[in-house]
């Protein structure tokens, strides 16, 4: 068994406990972790040369990057039939084991103990931070690099080894919300700002043994412990704090809108904590957490926003090719998607030429990073360094010889094929024979575009998706004939400028879009069938997704639909199924509603541009129906229409890893997170009774909710996408 967790003692009685998880960049909690720390525990508190205790990291920059989440699947396993009390057993017994570094061998009267500190090097997540809470005092290095906090909400699940009990109690509520209810991570030097920590110290092992030295039996007592103590901004029926808890409440509810179980059950935690010592308080957290992981929604957003994201940004699908690392970039076209693509590659340290027509448009282009850097500079979140870094990295021009020394070239011009195939022969003429080409398009086929270069096996398709530096999916397309060394080269610049990568092959709208545009065309078919407006964007809302299908053809433009529609009609012909909507989108372009652009659309905008109410004249063209559907009913139409697309990409080979579809859906177009993406939504219904579903729809809606032949399939066997397709998954969260 390896040795996570080591302790010496030196000549004054300080235990430094020091933390080094053996093949890990970064410390990571397992079930022997716990064991080892609570052995060494026992000893240094049991030892009576031992005046006090340090626990600290062997890891260069970090204290603890979170828990293995083996540990919760093994309490589940282990559970057999009872999972449930069997995590509450298992994280009861984490609950004894910070419990008993917080008490440090104090009597009831809390005299007798020994004063514990901690000390982060840096970046100290989740367990890792909730670990120093146990702690009497946390000293932290003065790194800025260093993240501090509790992201669990991120993943579906909250802190539940006593970080949801520990901080409100500390804080407050209000002030701790925040840090639970939003997973705010700080540096650290806004974590002692905050109370988060003690102190920020230029070395902190020094600081913190000498404070073990120094510490009175008081420093060693937890406010909460101590007798008389008052929760900070007053407990649930204190009149200040019965506001706070009503505000908490509408505040979780309007956010989430009623579909995220874990910030429910984390406030009810802190709620019901609040009214009860703190050892029942505690108790009271296991019993929430042991709730929300045998909540489906909750495993599946684990398993879809941490395990499997992590492993598509490792390379889980990368083709066994030498490190292909991007040293020099070619961007083509300096608009706004180019722009972007210069911006991330530039922040990671990549050499980037950025070309146009013109010199002047390409130096506009190269001023998008300037401009968004001087934004930074201004929040404190970069510096004026960091700026003339990324600008120097930055050659603008309108010269295609510039390009020669380029090993990867991302090509972001009009959207036409013909453009295209010329940009692309003229790039051919001047960069190198190892030269790797991208093409950033959203829909035209990228096995045609290829027929424009004279080496298509190096001829790929990369995505991006706008605004290219907030959003983090990139989608990589291999054409017919694209390589490995290809797919590998664009794989390794995803991970180069941090994004998560999802790969698909060649088909039309690939596979984002493809699934996206039904969901903005279910939402107008109703609009025409006089289904109220109001509801068909309240339904998407309340079942996760972030904007209504109504709203979103607006941010996007109502002339692209026109557009797109007409480029697939044109390619599809009798076959094209669209024909009820583009009666509504050409009507609203017509009436120069073309979306927030023009302050017009399916919602009213004020001069300024924000959005206002639904257009009322929607329902002179087309009048609410006196019978208006379910809300239900409305919400399986517009979940039901993209997973179908999700499914059928699979059944296709589009796809060929579930996980880069649930992961590509979340990150790509906000697919109801709570869900864990379109898979794991079929898989928490039953393929049964989604088959059934299908039935249903298709019989009153029409084919495009016909049941595909794999879930159909799936449903007589009663099998799941993840018990079909998965692949192992191990990771830390």
């Known amino acids: ?197 003690d102190e920020v110290s230029e070395d902190p092992l020094a600081d913190a043994k000498a404070w073990v030295l120094a510490a009175s039996p008081a420093d060693i007592v937890k406010p909460w412990d101590a007798k008389g103590y008052k ?56 019993r929430w957490f042991t709730n929300v992981l045998l909540n489906p929604s909750s495993s599946a957003m684990i398993r879809s926003l941490f ?46 030429v950025l070309l146009d027509q013109s010199l002047e448009a390409a130096e506009k282009g190269k001023a998008y990073t300037a401009s968004y850097m001087d934004k930074g500079i201004a929040r404190k979140k970069a510096t004026p360094e960091k700026k003339d870094a990324a600008l120097s990295l930055i050659t603008a021009t309108d010269d295609y010889a510039q390009l020669a020394g380029c090993d990867l070239i991302v090509e972001a011009v009009f959207e036409d094929p013909k453009v295209k195939a010329e940009v692309t022969q003229k790039v051919l003429e001047h960069v190198g024979e190892d030269c790797i080409f991208a093409t950033n398009t959203s829909t035209l086929p990228i096995t045609e575009l290829a027929k424009a270069a004279s080496n298509p096996e190096q001829f790929i398709g990369i995505h991006f998706f706008s605004p290219v530096e907030k959003m983090m999916l990139v989608e990589i397309i291999k054409g017919k004939p694209t390589g490995t060394r290809a797919v590998a080269k664009a794989l390794d610049f995803v991970r180069q400028i941090r994004k998560t990568p999802i790969v698909v092959n060649d088909a039309r709208f690939f596979y984002a879009n493809r699934c996206i545009i039904p969901y903005i065309n279910e939402g107008i078919r109703m609009v025409a069938e006089g289904v109220e407006p109001a509801l068909i964007e309240n339904a998407a809302k ?91 009913e409305v919400q399986h139409r517009l979940l039901f229409v993209q997973v179908l697309e999700a499914v059928r990409a699979l059944e296709e080979g589009v796809l060929e890893d579930i996980r880069e579809g649930d992961v590509g859906a979340i990150l790509g177009w906000g697919f109801a997170p709570w869900s864990g993406g379109p898979f794991s939504w079929l898989d928490i219904l039953g393929t049964p009774y989604a088959a059934e579903r299908c039935d249903q729809l298709a019989e009153a809606y029409g084919d495009r909710f016909a049941c595909p032949a794999l879930l159909r399939d799936m449903g007589e066997d009663g099998e799941g996408f993840y018990e079909r397709f998965g692949a192992p998954q191990e990771a830390a969260a």
């Not at 909730?130 to 800025?144: G, K, M, S, V, W």
């Not at 180019?338 to 980037?352: D, F, N």
């Open 542 to 632: 309340l079942v996760g997704m972030p904007l209504g299908p109504l709203q979103l053809v607006d941010e996007t433009s109502i002339d692209l639909g026109v557009k797109i529609a007409k480029a697939t009609k044109a390619a599809m012909g009798d076959a094209y199924p669209d024909g009820a909507v583009d009666e509504v989108v050409f009507w609203m372009a017509d009436e120069g509603r073309l979306g927030r652009k023009a302050k017009a659309g399916f919602y009213d905008y004020d001069d300024k541009g924000k959005r206002q109410l639904l257009w009322d004249g929607l329902a002179a063209k087309y009048p609410v129906a006196d019978a208006q559907p379910s809300l239900t």
């Open 307 to 352: 395990i499997n994201k992590e492993a598509l940004e490792k390379g889980a699908n990368r083709p066994d090719v030498p490190d292909q690392k991007v040293k020099t970039v070619g961007v083509l076209g300096a608009g706004m998607m180019g722009a972007g693509i210069t911006l991330v590659s530039a922040m990671a340290g990549i050499e980037v």
């Open 1 to 197: 068994m390896s040795q996570d967790f080591t302790l010496q003692t030196d000549a004054e009685g300080v235990a430094t406990i020091t933390w080094d998880t053996p093949g890990k960049s970064m410390n990571v909690m397992s079930i022997e972790g716990f064991q080892q720390l609570d052995t060494l525990i026992d000893e240094a508190l049991a030892d009576e040369a031992v005046k006090g205790i340090v626990l600290t990291s062997g890891k260069d920059g970090s204290f603890a990057g979170g828990m293995d989440l083996n540990v919760i699947a093994k309490m589940r396993e282990d559970g057999g039939d009872d999972p449930a009390s069997s995590i509450f057993d298992g994280i009861m017994q984490i609950h004894a084991i910070l419990r008993k570094i917080e008490r440090a061998g104090m009597d009831d009267k809390n005299k007798g103990g020994k004063p514990i500190a901690c000390v982060l090097p840096g970046t100290a997540l989740g367990i890792g931070f909730e670990i120093p809470l146990a702690c009497h005092r946390i000293f932290a290095a003065d790194n800025p690099k260093a993240k501090i906090g509790l992201p669990e909400i991120m993943v579906g699940i909250f802190p539940g080894a006593g970080g949801t009990t520990r901080l409100s109690r500390k804080l407050g509520a209000m002030a701790a919300s925040p840090f639970l209810l939003e997973g705010k991570l700080s540096d650290p030097k806004k974590a002692k700002s905050a109370g988060l920590i």
């Open 231 to 286: 929760m900070p901004g007053g407990a649930p029926y204190h009149p200040a704090g019965f506001m706070t808890f009503v505000g908490a409440s509408a505040m979780v509810n309007g956010k989430t809108k009623g579909v995220y179980p874990a910030a429910k059950a984390m406030l009810s935690a802190v709620y019901e904590g609040a009214l009860v010592p703190f050892d029942t308080a505690l108790k009271i957290e296991a």
